[in-house]
Structures are given as structure tokens and as C-alpha cells.
């Protein structure tokens, strides 16, 4: 009976152990692959939550604002000199007078001024670019366009809005005509033509006073500032220009003054406006290249 017994278990023994051995490898192959979905779930939830940085702006560094877009045939439009000025004094001027800069990637800027008997003109062209130091938070266009919208408040300038759509006026019904009432004493009768009212004696209309206003079309985002100083009994009146845009993350300000020498002479609006203008689009497009 004992070795029947012993011989029974000598054969079950090998086919006990045997099947632990698959269980234990069928548990290690699944620890393994559970262990790799784990992992490989937790990396994609922490990288789910993390947001990717903005990127950079389109602008990494900035151009000498004594060339860029300010060419001479321009300049001398906008800063005349007397012809008797001579060539290398007027090549000087033309040359303009860079700003003293720290950072000449972040803020730079050039000044020219040019005075003849009649006046005196004063330019000035400044670039700044703006930079997020958090770009997880802010990017460098929405950091710019922060600063420009300072630009804008400080300036007690409304931002653009849509134009109201027009109501339509309700049509109403035709009233009666009024009755005839017998003309006065002294009256011409029916059919009798009046005299004509003599015309108005024609006034010379005043110069036409453009303003500060948001600008369209110009850049990312415009806005001018058009400032005249108060008139005096011996002081002209000068003019200023400031014509300020974005473009992406640099924000540019062309500024641009008109002093006559004697008083009574007033700088027009439009003109000075114009030129400012002109070249402001000069600068977006020395950008855009």
C-alpha cells in the first residue's frame, strides 16, 4: 500500500509543479505588460496637463530705424532744407541722429530735425520690441498688443467698433392737406412769383481739422494722436503728429512736428497727417518683408 501510495505522488508532483511554473509565467508576462500601460498612462495624463508654450514672436530682432523705410526722397519731403545748406551738412542731416540704445534688439530709435527761415520740422522714428519673459502664460503678440492697448488709454482714444445697423424708419400714412389760409396784407397773390432771397455772401471755410482717431489698415492695430499747441500773440502755433501701430510683437511710433517762425501761420492738419501717414505704411511694409 505504501508503494502504491509513493508512486501516485511521484506522478502527480511533476504535473503540479509544471503548472506552477506556466502561472508564474503567465503572471509575470501580464505584471509586465500591465505595468507598461501604468506607465505609459501616467506620462500621457502629466503631459495632458501641461500646456505647450506659446512660440516666440514673429520679430527677433529689430532694423536701424535711421534706414529702414525712411528713404531720402521721402526725408526730404518731410524735413526741406535750403538750397544753400551744404552737401555734407545736408547728408548729415539726412542721416538722422540714432537714440542711445542699451538693447538694440529691444528698443532703438532716430531723430532728424531741419529748420529753414519759414520753420522748423522735427522726425522721429522709434521701434520696440516686446518680449514675454513667460510665454506658458502670455505670448509676445499678446504682451505687445497689452502695451499698445496702454498706448491707446493713455491717449483717451475708444477702441474700434462695429457701425450700428440703421433701423428703418416705419412709413405712416399721408396726413390731409392743410387747409388754404387767405394770404396776408401785402402778400403777392396766387401764381404771383416772390422775389428771390439774395444769396449768401460766400465765407472762407476754415482748415479742415482731421482729430485723433483709431487708424484702419495700417499695421496689426493703429491708432493718431494730432495735437496743436494754444495759439499766442507772439508764439506760432505748432503742429505734432503721432502715428503709433503694432505689428505682431513690435510696436512702432512715428512722430512728426511742424513749427512755423512767425505766428498767424498754422501747420494744416491734413498735410502733415499725410506725410506721417506715408510714411508709417513705409515702415509696416519695411517689416512685412
Known amino acids: 500500500m505504501d508503494v502504491q501510495r509513493k508512486a501516485a505522488v511521484r506522478r502527480v508532483l511533476p504535473g503540479i509543479a509544471m503548472f506552477a511554473a506556466l502561472a ?29 508654450p506659446a512660440q ?10 535711421c534706414r529702414a523705410g525712411v528713404e531720402s526722397k521721402r526725408l526730404k519731403g518731410m524735413l526741406p532744407v535750403p538750397d544753400t545748406l551744404p552737401t555734407p551738412q545736408r547728408d548729415q542731416l539726412y542721416a538722422g541722429v540714432a537714440d542711445p540704445s542699451y538693447d538694440g534688439d529691444r528698443h532703438v530709435g532716430c531723430r532728424w530735425n531741419a529748420q529753414t527761415p519759414e520753420e522748423t520740422r522735427l522726425l522721429s522714428v522709434v521701434f520696440e520690441r516686446v518680449v514675454s519673459y513667460d510665454r506658458s502664460v502670455t505670448s509676445d503678440d499678446d504682451k505687445a498688443r497689452q502695451v499698445y492697448v496702454r498706448r491707446v488709454t493713455d491717449a483717451h ?7 450700428p445697423t440703421p433701423t428703418p424708419t416705419p412709413t405712416s400714412s399721408a396726413a390731409p392737406p392743410a387747409a388754404a389760409t387767405p394770404p396776408a396784407a401785402g402778400a403777392p397773390a396766387p401764381g404771383a412769383s416772390a422775389p428771390a432771397p439774395a444769396a449768401p455772401t460766400p465765407t472762407p471755410s476754415a482748415p479742415v481739422e482731421l482729430g485723433s482717431r483709431v487708424l484702419e489698415g495700417l499695421g496689426t492695430e493703429a491708432f493718431i494722436e494730432d495735437k496743436l499747441s494754444p495759439a499766442g500773440a507772439s508764439a506760432a502755433q505748432s503742429r505734432t503728429v503721432r502715428i503709433v501701430f503694432r505689428t505682431s510683437n513690435v510696436i512702432v ?5 511742424v513749427q512755423p517762425a512767425l505766428p498767424g501761420v498754422v501747420p494744416p492738419s491734413g498735410e502733415t497727417q499725410d506725410r506721417a501717414r506715408q510714411l508709417a505704411q513705409a515702415l509696416v511694409e519695411r517689416f512685412n518683408e
Open 253 to 257: 511710433t512715428v512722430e512728426y512736428s
Open 157 to 163: 482714444l475708444p477702441f474700434p467698433s462695429p457701425s
Open 56 to 65: 516666440p514672436g514673429k520679430y527677433r530682432s529689430l532694423p536701424s530705424p
Open 24 to 52: 508564474a509565467g503567465a503572471g509575470a508576462l501580464t505584471g509586465c505588460t500591465g505595468g507598461g500601460k501604468a506607465g505609459g498612462g501616467s506620462d500621457a495624463k502629466g503631459g495632458g496637463n501641461q500646456a505647450a
